[in-house]
């Protein structure tokens, strides 16, 4: 399996972007897929996952209500839209599915 996150870039606090991730290589595997951040001396948080049977989301209390996860499965597609960005929300992000984990995309919010 290789996952593959794009979208990341430069924005201005209260900006949106919009995360996609590639899923490629199986049809199969653990339930639930999502995204994870890192920021430089910080832990890696979990952000948001959804289950891959029942659609059921799950969003971390930090970005609940600003970003929301969607997939495409046609297309094994994953999405992150990330609305009202907050300089707080910098990080690095990558799309995991169980113990695989994609190159991530960096995202960066001024001020």
């Known amino acids: 399996v290789q996952l593959q996150a794009s979208g990341g870039g430069s924005v201005q606090a209260g900006g949106s972007l919009r995360l996609s991730c590639a899923v490629s290589?199986?049809?199969?595997?653990?339930?639930?897929i999502g995204w994870f951040r890192q920021a430089p001396g910080n832990e890696r948080e979990r952000v948001s996952c959804i289950n891959n049977r029942n659609g059921r989301t799950y969003h971390s209390d930090s970005v609940k209500g600003r970003f929301t996860i969607s997939r495409d499965n046609a297309k094994n597609m994953l999405y992150l839209q990330m609305n009202s960005l907050k300089p707080e929300d910098t990080a690095l992000y990558y799309c995991?599915?169980?113990?695989?984990r994609g190159q991530g995309t960096q995202v960066t919010v001024s001020s």
């Open positions: 995991a599915w169980g113990n695989i």
């Open positions: 290589g199986s049809s199969s595997g653990p339930d639930a």
